[in-house]
């Protein structure tokens, strides 16, 4: 599954990147007209991002592809077309960019591209040790760079190491989407005591409340202070089951679903939710807790 965090990240690195149009169809059409005048790398490359626009991916890589038959080294196809490939293809095209990148721009995109191909090939391992790196050779980095290396230090079991990470991204880019995986870190490494105070105010003054129930429940879990953790996740669950749509569900609210019914003992509940997540176009770090607690009882 392609990851929409790297499109944009990709996109924004882009010295072309696609702008919005009012007519896909009728672009397509001049751009085709101006190949068989005479193709180039970057008129197949403009053509791919409209393919791609319209999620027409099998045509967007054979542009992609013809683009790069023209000019080898043409950037923009290189950059579009890795995220479309699978496996040793992807990492094959992800490394060569990356040797023939000089910018540190340009190596910074490629460092992150060869981390998401390897995170796509169920290969963790390789993708953290390239987020490691990332993190020492350019401390100037998108924040979707610490949430990656978050979520896989999460999955490697070292929740100390990826909070520090995203307390630092967030003192650093003020994100509450930062701020908010941060807090969850923390709860999964015990650091309680960092996290609580904002917890708490949260819930006096939001709307939604569902989320921040669950936070105060793993808190009071963490520290052996059970008392109203029930009394959170059954409001939490009340509270999402009339804000989930049958026909159109939101996938983040199944996740708090899903960790609130884990949390409660009730696996097979919260695998379902599980299920449903990886079987959607939502990013692994979206269900990353989720899948720890299920992990976690399957131990006890």
């Known amino acids: 599954m392609i990851s929409l965090r790297l499109i944009a990240l990709v996109l924004a690195l882009l010295p072309g990147a696609l702008s919005a149009h009012h007519d896909i169809g009728t672009t397509i059409l001049a751009l085709d007209q101006k190949i068989a005048g005479g193709a180039t790398a970057e008129l197949h490359y403009q053509r791919a991002l409209e393919y791609r626009a319209l999620r027409k991916r099998k045509e967007a890589q054979a542009d992609l592809r013809k683009a790069l038959a023209l000019q080898p080294r043409h950037r923009g196809s290189i950059t579009a077309l890795i995220p479309l490939l699978q496996g040793p293809e992807a990492m094959t095209l992800a490394q060569t960019y990356l040797a023939s990148a000089t910018d540190p721009k340009h190596r910074l995109e490629a460092h992150y591209l060869i981390a998401q191909v390897a995170d796509r090939s169920d290969n963790e391992a390789t ?110 669950l009340q509270e999402l089951n009339t804000r989930i749509l049958p026909d159109r569900p939101d996938l983040t609210l199944i996740a708090d679903r899903g960790l609130a019914l884990a949390l409660l003992g009730s696996k097979d509940l919260a695998q379902r939710d599980l299920t449903t997540l990886k079987n959607s176009t939502l990013s692994k770090s979206s269900y990353t807790i989720l899948e720890a607690e299920l992990q976690n009882m399957d131990h006890e």
């Open 127 to 236: 993708a953290l040790v390239v987020c490691e790196k990332i993190q020492t050779l350019h401390p100037e980095h998108p924040s979707e760079i610490d949430l990656l290396h978050a979520r896989l230090l999460l999955s490697s079991g070292k929740p100390a190491r990826a909070a520090a990470v995203l307390k630092s991204a967030h003192q650093k880019h003020k994100s509450i989407v930062l701020r908010n995986a941060w807090i969850d870190a923390a709860l999964s490494a015990k650091q309680i005591s960092q996290v609580l105070p904002i917890i708490e105010e949260e819930l006096t003054s939001t709307r939604f409340r569902a989320s921040w129930l669950i936070r105060r429940a793993r808190a009071n879990l963490a520290t052996n202070t059970p008392g109203k953790v029930r009394s959170d996740l059954h409001s939490a």
